[in-house]
């Protein structure tokens, strides 16, 4: 098999409600969608959801970084997809949204090909994933009645995004704990907002409050400082802007840095590096999580089908798709359906969606 075309479309999406966190507002998000096209007539999928405070990319740089990769890749066979990595590496640095982009629809491709859904040719055997909601910054009261209302709605695992201000964190963790009762996951995430003292306070007042995960609370580079809190927390601490690509998680296997990792796909290049950051995880006994970033249902469908395939990826953060209004086109379909944070995945081949105008 061999790649005959790369085609590549921006899109634009709005959130539902503006989602505050700790380094601004965001309620849009643009994206790229990517097609790959074979000579057995075999289409596939793909999507950059880049953000520039996290991988360093933005539209522009996918879209010209991409017309590089497109050079680089033609003629190649998608299913060789340790070759495409190494084509793309040795073709651009970095640039790891446009790569996951690539990746995914090599891999859409490839479960296509064997007439498999994606999560069933990584190996797996269940299409349920259960993912958490992601409540923006707000005031106590406000995250409150917002965490009531998701829980209405049969979500059952929460994710509170926190700013950095250690009495009001705890005021809006107690106030949402109060309010969802004790049967609630809570995890909270203040996005590198705290220090090393002030986490280890917040740890101890939070223990309580029964929260099952404190996700990246000090800054990106500074493991050392991570692997103190981790060693001192009794709740788990998990690494998500420290850990992008595989060389990371093996640093922090190595320093004890954390307890589980949060994988995006748009951080690691996609599934093949994905894959290779879950395995040193549980090798060295850390759980993963798997997160979301600006990303359609392609992108997110994507990291759906992995979160399936791999036991180790015990937590899932896909809640993009739900936080986004559905375009009236509705021109992207199909992946997976949900009741409250409870997806099933489709059983039809590859991410198993459908683009209707490209």
């Known amino acids: 098999m061999k790649i005959t075309d ?21 309620s849009s998000y643009d994206s790229l969608v990517l097609r790959i096209q074979t000579d057995e007539g075999i289409t596939g999928y793909g999507e950059a959801g880049p953000h520039e405070q996290i991988t360093g990319e933005s539209i522009g740089t996918c879209l010209a970084c991409g017309q590089i990769l497109t050079e680089a890749l033609l003629g190649k066979d998608p299913l060789a997809i340790a070759d495409i990595h190494l084509a793309m590496d040795r ?8 790569k996951a982009a690539i990746d995914i629809a090599c891999y859409d491709i490839a479960a296509k090909r064997a007439g498999l859904p994606l999560y069933r040719y990584l190996g797996g055997s269940d299409p349920h994933v259960t993912s958490d909601i992601t409540i923006a ?3 106590p009261e406000k995250m409150a009645a917002d965490c009531v209302k998701w829980v209405q709605r049969g979500f059952t695992q929460l994710k509170l995004k926190l700013s950095g201000d250690p009495q009001l964190d705890l005021a809006r963790v107690t106030a949402v704990r109060t309010a969802v009762g004790d049967a ?24 309580p409050l029964g929260v099952a995960v404190i ?3 000090v800054k990106a580079d500074d ?8 060693r001192a927390s009794h709740i788990p601490v998990v690494a998500d802007e420290s850990c992008h690509l595989p060389a990371d998680a093996l640093d922090l296997a190595r320093r004890e840095a954390c307890d589980g990792v949060n994988i995006k796909l748009m951080k690691c290049g996609g599934i093949y590096n994905a894959l290779r950051i ?11 999580m798997i997160g979301c970033m600006g990303e359609s249902v392609i992108g997110n469908g994507a990291s759906m089908h992995l979160a399936a395939a791999c036991r180790n990826i015990q937590k899932a953060d896909l809640d993009i798709t739900f936080l986004t209004e559905i375009p009236e086109d509705g021109w992207i379909r199909g992946g997976f359906t949900h009741e409250g944070g409870a997806c099933t995945l489709t059983e039809a081949p590859g991410i198993g969606i459908e683009v209707l105008d490209f």
């Open 6 to 26: 790369i085609r590549m479309k921006t899109a634009s999406f709005q959130l539902k409600e503006p989602l505050h966190v700790a380094f601004g507002t965001i």
């Open 91 to 98: 073709a651009i640095s970095r640039n790891t949204s446009i």
């Open 223 to 230: 493991r050392a400082g991570l692997a103190r809190v981790t």
């Open 137 to 139: 910054m707000n005031s």
């Open 184 to 207: 609630i996951e809570l995890r909270v995430d203040p996005n590198q907002g705290w220090t090393v003292k002030e986490t280890l306070c917040l740890e101890e007042a939070m223990r």
């Open 278 to 288: 879950n395995a040193i995880a549980e090798a060295a006994g850390m759980f993963c």
């Open 215 to 217: 996700e990246q609370p």
